[in-house]
């Protein structure tokens, strides 16, 4: 007889709020701006029929010194997936102590001819031989904000590509 698969370890999610729900630690990922988690909440869904049934809202919630999460004692999270600090180069982390920041910024891509409307955007590293001049300096944060966006697109030329895809 097949045993059940095993829960997710519980969680203690803090919303914006102050409110405190219980959640699911699905996963642990390192990203340049520190590490993320993967966390299940189960809140109300509408439905075609204009009721409401439970359904699973999933999220990468930054570690942040605990401010999000909190863990439930007597929970065993070592099952939990985790993606370490990467080797890469580009997505590494800055050695302790080096003077390094890490800046994007985007350029507002048009249609040919004169007067013609953004058409779209791309996400390049500051200081990128394509980018911009003197355009607006975004973080990490900022920098995927903007490339989860309808139409924008990562410079093929440095590393935005291979940053942001990744991330």
């Known amino acids: 007889m097949e045993s059940a698969p ?3 370890p519980s969680v203690r999610l803090t919303l914006p709020d102050g409110q405190e729900l219980r959640g699911r630690l699905l996963a642990r990922r390192w990203t340049p701006a520190g590490w993320r988690y993967q966390v299940s909440v189960v809140l ?3 439905t075609a029929a204009m009721g409401v049934e439970p ?4 999220i990468w919630v930054p570690a942040e010194g605990g401010a999000y999460l909190r863990p439930e004692d007597g929970a065993d999270y070592t099952t939990v997936p985790t993606e ?3 080797t890469h180069p580009y997505l590494a982390p800055p050695p302790p102590g080096a003077d390094m920041r890490w800046a994007w910024t985007i350029e507002q891509t048009r249609a040919a001819g004169p007067g013609s409307r953004p058409t779209g955007t791309l996400i390049h590293e500051y200081s990128c031989a394509d980018a911009p001049r003197n355009g607006p300096e975004l973080t990490l944060e ?5 490339y989860a966006r ?3 697109r990562a410079c093929q030329h440095c590393g935005a ?3 942001l895809t990744r991330l």
Do not use: F, H
């Open 44 to 46: 109300w869904s509408a």
């Open 6 to 8: 095993s829960l997710p």
């Open 55 to 58: 359904a699973d809202y999933i």
């Open 161 to 163: 590509a291979e940053v």
């Open 150 to 152: 309808p139409g924008a």
């Open 84 to 86: 370490g600090p990467p």
């Open 142 to 146: 900022e920098a995927l904000t903007a």
